[in-house]
């Protein structure tokens, strides 16, 4: 029996080694030094915070918007385990609303948070080491440290291996790494842009422009036309430009002929296309406005003995419709705007097979070999022919 007993604390043992070893491996900078993901994230938390870095806040909503393809790749087996594991403890939270005599809806926004805690944790775990490489290939490309989110420009690039030292965190990365120039300007021009400031493409902004920022104009701007976003071959958040290029450098847009021009707007989605997408969503639209008000009419009128839970209940139910018309309203009204893609994938397909860099509209250089994605996936089987932009050295691949 002691040798049962043994044995089973040994595989215990075993396993709780085992996640903490997967727990503590980390990806280090790009000399070997250690990286931590903690101290990232608290450096995150502050400069996406009321008081933070505006260029910063860009950053983390185009990584937001991205960040569904990374964690699409959680395997299926971790899954089925977390499903196990979640069942007991989905039936004590119903048996506990139903002792307690609880609203349905309490216990289905306990459930919701529950299981969004419990996949952020999953997630944490299984894709710790794919977190990091993707915050610092982000983070790199836009010039920033990944440690500790501070500036990287105008820094002295060491000769030797090509790195230079944050100042701040004392970690190295690989200039190569950096976007360019126009990246940079691009991200300023976002910012400026998305506060209501009149900011012409391709020009540095100067003090004047910011005296033009209008509180009212910038958010209601943001929330209306929220700038596209797509990843390039390396999994990065880049900015993706508009089908009528204008919020391109003028250079780069003058240099692409009236014809290739047309082309771009018909793959950004032609005319038909896209009345009939506005049919479509115009018909889900009154369907599920109707369905909504429909429960609201019911219950519309409190009655004089209702009780607090009750009154909550149809307060969050007013507040969902008047927000499902706002959002999907918003993106109804979208459609018709031709200068937005209606396929970001598809559109992107369409600028590099033209010859173009989806995000600043500059020249594609010749196919290469993407040696530096293969030594990321550490597998040869996933090398990819792929083109670089040398104005914001975004990498596009012939499948993107």
């Not at 996640?19 to 990286?35: C, E, I, N």
């Not at 990091?132 to 501070?150: E, M």
């Not at 690039?157 to 790195?163: K, L």
């Not at 499902?324 to 893609?341: C, D, E, I, N, T």
Request: hydrophobic residues 45%; charged residues 30%; positive net charge.
């Amino acid at each position: 029996m002691w040798g049962g007993a043994c044995r089973d604390r040994l595989i215990c043992f075993g396993v709780v080694k085992l996640l903490l070893w997967k727990r503590a491996s980390a990806v280090g900078d790009d000399r070997g030094g250690s990286f931590d993901l903690d101290a990232s994230d608290a450096a995150w938390r502050e400069e996406i915070g009321r008081d933070g870095d505006d260029e910063v806040k860009e950053i983390w909503r185009r990584k937001m918007i991205a960040q569904s393809s990374l964690t699409s790749k959680v395997d299926i087996a971790w899954v089925v385990i977390g499903a196990v594991v979640l069942l007991p403890v989905v039936l004590v939270i119903v048996w506990v609303t139903e002792t307690l005599k609880l609203n349905s809806w309490v216990g289905t926004a306990v459930l919701v948070l529950f299981a969004i805690s419990a996949f952020h944790f999953v997630r944490t775990w299984v894709l710790r080491e794919k977190i990091i490489r993707s915050r610092i290939t982000l983070l790199t490309y836009y010039r920033r440290c990944p440690q500790c989110v501070s500036r990287l420009e105008g820094l002295v690039v060491d000769e030797a291996d090509g790195c230079v030292k944050c100042p701040e965190c004392a970690c190295s990365w690989k200039a190569s790494r950096f976007g360019g120039d126009e990246v940079i300007r691009e991200l300023r021009e976002s910012v400026l842009r998305f506060k209501g400031a009149e900011v012409v493409a391709g020009e540095r902004p100067d003090a004047a422009v910011e005296k033009t920022v209008d509180p009212v104009l910038g958010p209601l701007r943001r929330w209306l036309l929220p700038g596209m976003v797509v990843t390039d071959a390396h999994d990065r958040a880049v900015k993706l430009c508009r089908a009528d290029l204008m919020d391109v450098p003028s250079e780069h847009r003058d240099a692409v002929e009236p014809v290739r021009r047309e082309r771009l707007l018909e793959a950004a989605g032609s005319w038909k296309r896209r009345c009939a997408h506005g049919l479509a969503g115009t018909l889900l639209l009154a369907f599920f406005g109707w369905a909504q008000y429909s429960s609201l009419s019911r219950s519309w009128q409190l009655l004089p003995g209702s009780t607090l839970m009750e009154i909550g209940e149809k307060a969050v139910r007013i507040f969902a419709f008047f927000l499902m018309m706002a959002l999907y309203g918003s993106m109804l009204w979208r459609v018709f705007v031709r200068s937005r893609p209606l396929s970001r994938k598809e559109f992107a397909r369409a600028m590099v097979g033209e010859g173009l860099c989806p995000s600043c509209a500059g020249r594609l250089t010749r196919l290469r070999r993407d040696d530096e994605g293969v030594a990321g996936a550490g597998d040869e089987r996933e090398a990819k022919w792929v083109q670089d932009c040398p104005k914001c050295r975004a990498v596009w691949g012939v499948d993107s």
